[in-house]
Nanobody
Framework: QVQLQESGPGLVAPSQTLSVTCTVSGASITTGGYGWNWARQPPGKGLEWIRHITATGITYYSPSLKSRTSISRDLSKNQFILHVSSVTPEDTAVYYC????????WGVGTQVTVSS
């Protein structure tokens, strides 16, 4: 079974870049049929999808976050990483990674707080 585990900085200062990493086990992130996603849930708000990357590296994005987000991969570690630039306190959230396609599984989330 595919398992996903998020890791992040915990606390980020405003205007900096936030990077959260998803480590995948049970399947390679380059395996056909899988898609890999990031979403977040700010305190008191609903879940917001952010970015998707396919097994071949094609990326999709939420239009509202396109300009400040990107997604990359570390194939040697079977990880995909979300980057959010120019963060503000509104980027404070629990960040989740999850798989779609052949199997749907979620990580437990990692809390990231933007504060000086």
């Amino acid at each position: 079974q595919v398992q996903l585990q998020e890791s992040g900085p915990g606390l980020v200062a405003p205007s900096q870049t936030l990077s959260v990493t998803c480590t995948v086990s049970g399947a390679s992130i380059t395996t056909g049929g899988y898609g890999w996603n990031w979403a977040r849930q700010p305190p008191g708000k609903g879940l917001e999808w952010i970015r998707h990357i396919t097994a071949t590296g094609i990326t999709y994005y939420s239009p509202s976050l396109k300009s400040r987000t990107s997604i990359s991969r570390d194939l040697s570690k079977n990880q995909f990483i979300l980057h959010v630039s120019s963060v503000t306190p509104e980027d404070t959230a629990v960040y989740y990674c999850f798989s779609t396609g052949a199997d749907s599984n979620w990580g437990v989330g990692t809390q990231v707080t933007v504060s000086s």
